[in-house]
């Protein structure tokens, strides 16, 4: 079993920054593929990012050259670096362990119900 739980979020002008970080406790061989999602209230959750055990990375296009995803294996802690955050940005933030396997699926083929684990979120508002 594994328990994660997110931190970080906060609220932000556009243009400014975040680190969102995703403690990982419990069986560290989910850590081979993890990843980053987002959900709006009445929306469907939606990938973020997503990273393997090799630290090779995928991004949805949205968010390509302005997050980055990466894993800290000695403190098992997940993180999202975001900059030149947008309003389009604000969400609920979760992070995820891949269920179906230790391979990482490809950012295209990044479906939520594929993952589980999921934290209590954190929330990430930027404002205009």
């Known amino acids: 079993q594994v328990q994660l739980v997110e931190s970080g979020g906060g609220s932000v002008q556009a243009g400014g920054s975040l680190r969102l970080s995703c403690a990982v406790h419990?069986?560290?061989?989910?850590?081979?593929?993890m990843g980053w999602f987002r959900q709006l209230p009445g929306k469907e959750r939606e990938g973020v990012a997503i990273?393997?055990?090799?630290?090779?990375?995928g991004y949805v296009e949205s968010v390509k050259g302005r997050f980055t995803i990466s894993m800290d294996v000695a403190k098992n802690i997940l993180y999202l670096e975001m900059n030149s955050l947008k309003p389009d940005d604000t969400a609920m933030y979760y992070c995820?362990?891949?269920?179906?396997?230790?391979?990482?699926?490809?950012?295209?083929?990044?479906?939520?119900?594929?993952?589980?684990?999921w934290g209590q979120g954190t929330q990430v508002t930027v404002s205009s």
């Open positions: 995820a362990a891949y269920k179906l396997g230790t391979s990482c699926p490809t950012v295209n083929d990044l479906h939520w119900p594929d993952f589980g684990f």
């Open positions: 419990g069986d560290t061989y989910r850590r081979a593929c």
């Open positions: 990273i393997d055990s090799e630290h090779s990375a």
